[in-house]
């Protein structure tokens, strides 16, 4: 429950915090003094991090760069609040100047996007078990294990080639809270990311150990659209001189991130050696054309379609199954029966699925720890069986009174006129409207990404990050899932014309 | 004379305080045919749904060859079943099951409520298909029917489980005088071999032709016509 409580306390520092600075945003938009910066308050300390003692302000590294950055151009810092991984996009298309999350500079990103010069430099490090402290030290050790990450980086493209090269089984997080967690009780066997992230984790989470050597070298940049080039520029220079006065050092220390590897940086920027993006891990070149992307993604979005498909299907056929059994005790069970199941249908369809699914994964870890696709096919399952039960509940009530006495007066036992008469009669007015919940099931699956289950739209989201556009992606994405549901439609079109019922 | 299969005694009906039936007394004796004549909206359906088990009655006694319900307390849902195996019912509506085949309406109760196997179920579905001129539509579904051949497999399912009492509910209302020639014709033919039937209709030329008594439906009361008492 840790856990839980730890990332819903986030979820709701960040609200509290988004809805405040969203209103500031509005407020102070036409206000031609303004900077606005993107980052993503959920990433959390040290990088931004709505203050636990004051939700409405923001505090950590990133902060108080953008800070230091807007005084010396004369301007207010304005925070606009951008998941992690659209904030690329998010700058591109004007809300947000310049984008300062923990962004790490990529070769892909030098070439679509104007970054900044790096402001810090890190390290990607393994960590694991302590007890696999000596078994699990790099990554070729991790052949056939599942190791975690933040999808949409750096180090998540690092396993993707270990995946190739050592047959290490990546697993992507849309958080960098949960990999450790996960990492702690056993889902998975290490953890790949920034030493920042790593050394944070460490203070307040025990039962893994940090390895020393380092799987690969990146940086933070800030991030600004090509066509602010000038003001990047400007920037550039600020960032030289903070480098020089040591104001960047302060601000480092007093975060508890400064080490040794940031003066050799900041020596080589101010002597204008060149830095690459990253060492140590050969980056996908970027200016793959679209064609290119396309053809290297197809693979891996119809794998995930297929984890999209039979998830749906699974969880919509345990969704009937139970909406079956809850419709049929509501209308013939005894009141305690009824008014539990009836207190059943409302808690899943009263709370969002999203918190059923995190309640599932990790709050109940302690207790029963599901696997990832187990806890998304019953999350889901569980969830629409709900909204199932009252679609077969209403059908079961529509069946006209007539079928019913027919059957009873031929002698049919209770049981038998249901399973007989007036269950084949309800599924016929049920048809349609579980058509219209198996697709909305099919495009609900995709919140089981937060459970680390890759399926078809985290995976386009992969992709639309890596090439810099949702244009294709998003259009391929929506062709895939059309190819799934229209079928179906169709094949429930088919079914009620078959079953039409006499209109006399 | 004749054994009594069916008598109600005494049987009044309340629906939101509205009185239906008001102390209805008859009997209907093995082999007659019984025709409850009156206008429409006097409570000869209600009559047929009370002998059926179908309607709860406030006070009363209704019984159907030695099996009784009556209306000052609930029945055991065992009892209404006992009834029920005694009665057949063919609604004004006729009420086939709209999503199984002529066939399948007709043998269902066979297999699921007497446990006759499928195959001789299906045989005397057939036979009894046949019998009432409609076998070539056995796989047809109800809403394929016309009006008269709806109403001949609504007959078919009601005699598949054999039942002492068949209840008819207005049968005449959909047909035309052809029709309701042949109807008379076979009805008649299942009194020969002692079932009993009782037909609710408004249809006087039907029951002139075709009962071998009358019962007056008035105001929720029967008055005999005949003096066969």
């Known amino acids: 429950m840790k856990f839980l409580r730890s990332s819903l306390r986030h979820l709701a520092v960040g609200l509290v915090a988004a809805a405040f600075l969203r209103t500031a945003d509005v407020g102070a938009a036409a206000s031609a003094g303004d ?75 030098r070439a679509t996007m104007a970054p900044t010069i790096p402001y810090y430099e890190f390290r990607e490090v393994l960590s694991v078990r302590k007890a696999d402290r000596a078994r699990f030290r790099t990554l070729a050790d991790l052949k056939g294990r599942r190791v975690g990450t933040l999808g949409g980086t750096i180090a998540y493209e690092i396993l993707l080639n270990a995946e190739r090269d050592f047959g290490v089984q990546p697993v992507s997080y849309d958080d960098d809270v949960h990999p450790y967690s996960d990492l702690v009780i056993g889902r998975i066997d290490a953890v790949l990311l920034d030493n920042v992230l790593a050394e944070r984790r460490a203070r307040n989470l025990s039962g893994f150990a940090i390895q020393p050597q380092s799987v690969a070298i990146g940086h933070y940049v800030g991030i600004l659209a090509v066509r602010n080039s000038a003001l990047r520029d400007q920037i550039n220079d600020i960032l030289r001189t903070a480098m020089r006065d040591g104001s960047l050092e302060s601000i480092f220390r ?118 990832a696709f187990g806890a998304a096919l019953l999350g889901l399952g569980l969830n629409y069986a709900a909204y199932e039960s009252e679609i077969y509940r209403g059908a079961l009530q529509a069946v006209p009174v007539g079928q019913l006495e027919a059957a009873r007066i031929l002698g049919l036992s209770e049981t038998r006129v249901l399973t ?60 895939l899932y059309l190819a799934m549901s229209l079928p179906l439609a169709t094949l429930a079109r088919r079914l009620e014309q078959r079953w039409r019922f006499s209109t006399a | 004379m004749n054994h009594c299969v069916l008598s109600l005694q005494q049987v009044t009906l ?82 086939l099951f709209e999503h199984l085949s002529v066939l399948k309406n007709v043998w269902l109760a066979p297999v699921y409520a007497r446990g006759v196997p499928q195959r001789e179920a299906e045989n005397r579905a057939r036979a009894l298909l046949a019998a009432l001129g409609v076998e070539h539509r056995a796989h047809a579904f109800p809403r394929e029917l016309s009006g008269g051949e709806a109403q001949r497999v609504a007959i078919a399912r009601a005699l598949a489980v054999d039942p002492p009492v068949l209840l008819l509910d207005e049968p005449t209302a959909s047909l035309d005088a052809n029709r309701r020639a042949e109807l008379r014709d076979l009805l008649c033919g299942l009194t020969s071999n002692g079932r009993t039937l009782v037909v609710a209709t408004h249809d006087e030329e039907f029951a002139r032709d075709c009962a071998s008594r009358v019962l007056r439906v008035r105001e929720g009361s029967v008055f005999d016509d005949t003096g066969i008492a």
């Open chain 1, 35 to 109: 900077f606005r910066w993107a980052g993503d308050p959920e990433g959390g300390a040290p990088f931004v991090e709505a203050d636990p003692r004051q939700p409405d302000q923001l505090v950590g590294f990133d902060v108080e760069i953008a800070e230091l950055i807007a005084r010396k151009i004369n301007r207010v810092p304005r925070f606009v609040n951008i998941t992690f991984t659209s904030i690329d996009q998010s700058v591109e298309r004007g809300d947000a100047e310049m984008g300062l999350s923990g962004i790490e500079d990529t070769p892909a990103r």
């Open chain 2, 14 to 95: 309340l629906r939101s305080s509205r009185q239906i039936l008001a102390g209805v007394t008859f009997q209907v004796y093995r082999g007659e045919l019984v025709a409850l004549m009156g206008p429409s909206g006097v409570g000869k359906t209600t009559m047929l749904r009370v002998i059926a088990g179908l309607e709860t009655f406030q006070s009363g006694t209704v019984q159907v060859e030695g099996i009784a319900i009556n209306g000052a307390n609930g029945n055991p849902p065992a009892r209404l079943r006992d009834l029920r195996a005694k009665v057949g019912m063919v609604f004004q509506f006729h009420h």
């Open chain 1, 420 to 479: 007989l008469v007036r269950g084949p009669l309800a599924l016929r007015f049920a048809l349609a409207p579980m058509t219209n919940d198996f697709i909305a099931l099919l495009k609900d699956s995709s919140l089981v990404s937060v459970l680390t289950v890759f399926e078809l739209t985290k995976q386009t989201q992969i992709f639309a990050t890596n090439i810099g556009s949702w244009v294709i992606p998003g259009l391929l994405c929506a062709a």
């Open chain 1, 254 to 371: 007093k975060w508890r991130v400064w080490n040794d590897d940031q003066p050799r940086l900041y020596a080589r920027l101010l002597a204008a050696q060149p830095v690459a993006a990253v060492t140590g891990f050969q980056a996908s070149p970027m200016a793959l054309t679209a064609w290119q992307a396309l053809l290297g993604y197809l693979p891996s979005l119809l794998r995930a379609s297929l984890v999209t498909i039979v998830l749906s299907c699974l969880a919509m056929f345990l969704a009937i199954v139970l909406g079956v059994s809850i419709a049929t005790g509501r209308v013939y069970g005894s009141r305690l029966m009824r008014s539990l199941l009836t207190g059943y249908v409302e808690l899943m369809r009263g709370t969002p699925i999203l918190l059923q699914l995190f309640v599932l994964y990790y709050g109940i870890a302690d207790l029963i720890r599901l696997p």
